[in-house]
């Protein structure tokens, strides 16, 4: 194309200088909200011309947010790939940070996925492209789960463990809630799904990974999803935590990321 205009995100192969703007990237991290992204960024957003999205820079951290949702972050990422092939990244590492409902585990805790999984409990992302449901691989980087589990020996707060995750479209009856507006199921049925979910090594469900994998896969990014689980959805449906510990339970994948970051830029001095 003679001009690329990334609609979402208010940039454009024309009227920015992505090389210059966005050259230096090493390490991309997405998160649902734009308010959280804020209280973590004392930064201006470069995404100005539009509400959609959210982008914040640091040096060769881009952060930017994705909204809820499979549709919402698939948008997203065909514009931010887009924009780290224009602006001539390479070596980039690419992260989701995020909160998730735990299955078995301790709130708190923060999963790191191997695999995203559907509602199926399948290792696979059904993308419909024309009129066909193309079927595309949901694993994520072994080697980069492993680094970051390792990294996690340094926030020992918190329990972090590597297992699968379920992506789900919804997030009442599609992850077995009984508290939506409509619940088709009684408890026994939902906790008959989430064990069998638990057994083939689920330990938590958002609603983002699958596609998340699946785009990073095809277009050749290493990429990890970092979830902290905000409740045990064996015990409850609701997240009925007060306030501020959700807010401490959002920082603890924030601070292991901040701890595998610095340490690949060799900034890392542990107190
Ligand atoms: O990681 P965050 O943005 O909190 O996302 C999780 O929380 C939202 C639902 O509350 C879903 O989008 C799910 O994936
Ligand atoms: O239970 C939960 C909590 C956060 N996000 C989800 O998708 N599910």
């Known amino acids: 194309m003679d001009e690329d205009i990334l609609y979402h995100l208010d940039l454009g192969t024309k009227t920015h200088n992505l090389p210059a703007m966005f050259g230096d990237v090493k390490f991309v991290c997405v998160r649902g909200s734009s ?21 914040y820079k640091t040096g060769p951290v881009l952060s930017i947010n994705h909204g ?18 224009y602006a001539k990244c390479y070596d980039v590492t690419i992260i989701r940070i995020g909160t998730s409902g735990g299955i078995g585990i301790e709130p708190g805790s923060i999963v790191i996925t191997d695999t995203a999984v559907d509602s199926f409990f399948k290792p696979q992302f059904e993308q419909i492209i024309l009129d066909t449901v193309v079927t595309q691989n949901t694993e994520l980087d072994k ?12 926030v020992p707060d918190f329990p972090t463990l590597i ?14 809630r009984l508290d939506g507006a409509l619940c088709s199921f009684s408890n ?11 057994k083939t090594g689920i330990r938590n469900i958002e609603m983002e990974s699958s ?12 990429a990890a999803v970092v979830c902290v689980t905000l409740l045990n959805r064996l015990e409850c449906d609701q997240i009925n935590l007060p306030r501020e510990v959700l807010l401490e339970y959002q920082q603890h994948p924030q601070k292991l990321i901040s701890i595998f970051i610095k340490k690949r830029l060799g900034r890392y001095n542990p107190k």
């Open 68 to 85: 809820m949702g499979i549709p919402s972050i698939s948008i997203m990422l065909h514009e931010l790939i887009k924009l780290l092939y």
């Open 188 to 198: 026994e049925k939902k906790l008959d799904y989430l064990q069998r979910a638990y």
């Open 211 to 222: 596609v998340f994998a699946a785009m990073c896969g095809l277009c050749g990014l290493k």
């Open 143 to 154: 080697e980069l789960a492993e680094e970051l589990l390792k990294c996690s020996k340094e």
């Open 35 to 55: 308010n959280r992204m804020k209280a973590f960024e004392d930064m201006q957003d470069i995404c100005t011309g539009t509400d959609r999205y959210c982008m």
């Open 163 to 176: 297992g699968h995750t379920m992506c789900t479209y919804d997030f009442y009856e599609g992850q077995g």
